[in-house]
């Protein structure tokens, strides 16, 4: 078993075809999948993907270049 422990999912040119990358990535064998955030606004699409979907997890914070747009 491969299991993608750092993947970006909701990024662009990932996300149009967040499905299909899925589907390919499972008939490789590759799964389960750990799908990280790295800003605030991307915390709701991280979840919806993972509650969604049965192998895909959320991880859910901000990376530190972009600590400046996170007052809080």
């Not at 997890?57 to 530190?64: L, N, Q």
Request: with cysteine.
């Amino acid at each position: 078993m491969l299991i993608d422990s750092h993947c970006h999912l909701e990024y662009k040119g990932l996300v149009e075809d967040q499905m299909g990358g899925l589907s390919r990535a499972r008939e490789a064998g590759v799964g389960p999948f750990l799908n990280i955030s790295t800003k605030q606004s991307e915390w709701d699409q991280v979840i919806a993907t993972a509650t969604r979907e049965h192998d895909v997890f959320a991880s859910v914070g901000s990376h530190p270049h972009e600590a400046d747009s996170h007052a809080d």
